[in-house]
């Protein structure tokens, strides 16, 4: 979603803050979506797993033991030719889909380009999803200090709420 500026007032509001709207539209204008994107995207990797080689990690003992619903599901999927993938951010793995995590159901994922349940298909719309909400937090985060700059450029006051808990 493109982040808007009712988006930024509100998650500064979240924050303790209170901004101009008119203020949250200008600082949203300094950021650059495009290339915040690019760069989180950049920051993924998929791996696939046929079942018949070693893991992208570990031994096929750690995905493929059947004492939970994804390795149950692994299990399944490859023992109908279907392939799992490993999605990794910055060189750490951040999951493992034994099926399309974007279609209801236990749909199997394939390794036969073309098909609509390729796996590349199904990583791209993790990724996506992904990249999606830490691409809107770091707007939201970018966008919040440049309007506080502005606020204060501009001798705007805004307000802040000291936010205590209680223990």
């Given at each position: 979603?493109?982040?808007?500026?009712?988006?930024?007032?509100l998650f500064a509001s979240r924050n303790g803050l209170a901004i101009s709207n008119k203020i949250?539209?200008?600082?949203?204008?300094?950021?650059?979506?495009?290339?915040?994107?690019?760069?989180?995207?950049?920051?993924?990797?998929?791996?696939v797993w046929d079942g018949k080689t070693d893991p992208p990690l570990g031994t096929s003992d750690r995905w493929l033991h059947g004492?939970?619903?994804?390795?149950?599901?692994?299990?399944?999927?490859?023992?109908?030719?279907?392939?799992?993938?490993?999605?990794?951010?910055?060189?750490?793995?951040?999951?493992?889909?034994p099926h399309r995590a974007d279609i209801p159901g236990r749909i199997h994922m394939v390794n036969?380009?073309?098909?609509?349940?390729?796996?590349?298909t199904a990583a791209n719309a993790h990724i996506a999803r992904?990249?999606?909400?830490?691409?809107?937090?770091?707007?939201?985060?970018?966008?919040?200090?440049?309007?506080?700059?502005?606020?204060?450029a501009r001798g705007i006051p805004y307000s802040a709420v000291l936010i205590t808990t209680k223990g």
């Open positions: 979603m493109a982040v808007q500026s009712i988006d930024l007032v949250a539209k200008e600082a949203l204008g300094f950021i650059s979506r495009a290339t915040i994107e690019a760069t989180e995207k950049a920051k993924y990797e998929v791996k004492n939970d619903g994804s390795s149950l599901s692994a299990i399944e999927a490859i023992k109908n030719g279907g392939v799992v993938y490993f999605l990794y951010k910055n060189g750490q793995m951040k999951s493992w889909q036969s380009p073309g098909d609509s349940n390729h796996w590349e992904d990249v999606e909400q830490d691409v809107d937090e770091q707007v939201l985060k970018s966008a919040l200090d440049k309007a506080l700059d502005l606020h204060e």
